[in-house]
Nanobody
Framework: QVQLVESGGGLVQAGGSLRLSCAAS????????MAWYRQVPGKQRELVAH???????DYADSVKGRFTISRDNAKNTVYLQMNSLKAEDTAVYYC???????????WGQGTQVTVSS
């Protein structure tokens, strides 16, 4: 069983910054991909950023240049540094960890990010 613990969400003014963290524990053998998604009520969950085991990353167009994803393999932790936040970044942010060899995809409980304009 895999446990994902997220932290770092909160309320921030537009233009501010937040850093999200997601620590994975339990049955962690070989993480293929770590990602952050977000969801607002009434809309589908969308991919914000992901990073692979070799460090390659990609971002949604809406966050490019403002958000940075990184990972600490030794700690099985993924981070999302969010700068120049906008009201439209308000959402619940979810961490996702994939272990392809086992066919596992696990989700965190979500952390609320609210950006006031």
């Amino acid at each position: 069983q895999v446990q994902l613990v997220e932290s770092g969400g909160g309320l921030v003014q537009a233009g501010g910054s937040l850093r999200l963290s997601c620590a994975a524990s339990g049955s962690i053998f070989s993480i293929t991909r770590m990602a952050w998604y977000r969801q607002v009520p009434g809309k589908q969950r969308e991919l914000v950023a992901h990073i692979t085991s070799d460090g390659s990353s990609d971002y949604a167009d809406s966050v490019k240049g403002r958000f940075t994803i990184s990972r600490d393999n030794a700690k099985n932790t993924v981070y999302l540094q969010m700068n120049s936040l906008k009201a439209e970044d308000t959402a619940v942010y979810y961490c996702n960890v994939v272990q392809s060899y086992y066919g596992w995809s696990n989700w965190g409980q979500g952390t609320q990010v609210t950006v006031s304009s």
